[in-house]
């Protein structure tokens, strides 16, 4: 998705510990809790080979949803082709896409942003499962939307949050360039 882990091998050459460079294979919160989870097994007294095993593991189960008012940041940014923006725009289809495999990929299209922020909540919920998990909602300049959405999942999801807070913050500017204002992002991340 970006040049950051080709950048942290060539960096791990020069360096004077050992590292392992590990790509995510997404982007944002979903890295966070991928971080965590590492956090957690070198705590637990687990090598560095099984901190990033544990990283890699829950970067690759969470769940990455997001939805974007305009195809036109994405397209910007290289992330979809013009045609794809065009159309989009043209129809005033409201997408609701995913970081799968490390990339942005289509999930669904919807007609209205309401549908889309409700089908938003459903998939996130869907993704939950029966799992324990920690839930993230990332906006940008949209923290009204954002706050509804993370009320919602802390109802829906409360048995599979046990306690904890579904955490609702802005996204950063790297990311934000990519997307646009007006994005609602949602992660699921299960816990182990």
Not at 117 to 133: F, I, N, S, T, Y
């Amino acid at each position: 998705m970006s040049g950051t882990f080709e950048s942290a091998q060539l960096a791990a050459r020069e360096a004077s510990v050992p590292v392992l460079a590990l790509d995510s294979r997404q982007v944002g919160v979903a890295t966070g809790f991928a971080v965590l989870a590492a956090a957690d097994a070198l705590d637990a007294g687990g090598s560095a080979a099984e901190a990033a095993e544990a990283a890699r593991c829950r970067a690759a189960a969470s769940a990455s949803l997001f939805y974007v008012d305009t195809l036109e940041y994405l397209r910007r940014g290289g992330r979809i082709g013009a045609a794809a923006a065009l159309f989009g725009g043209a129809l005033s289809v409201k997408p609701l896409l995913q970081i799968e495999n490390g990339v942005v990929a289509t999930l669904e299209k919807v007609r209205t942003a309401a549908r889309a922020l409700g089908r938003l909540e459903e998939l996130a919920v869907q993704a939950a499962g029966e799992r324990p998990v920690d839930v993230c909602v990332a906006h940008l300049a949209s923290p009204d939307r954002a706050g509804q959405l993370a009320e919602h999942l802390t109802s829906r999801l409360a048995v599979n949050l046990s306690g904890r807070e579904v955490w609702c913050g802005e996204l950063g500017a790297v990311l934000g360039a990519h997307v646009g204002p007006g994005m609602l992002a949602v992660c699921v991340a299960p816990r182990s």
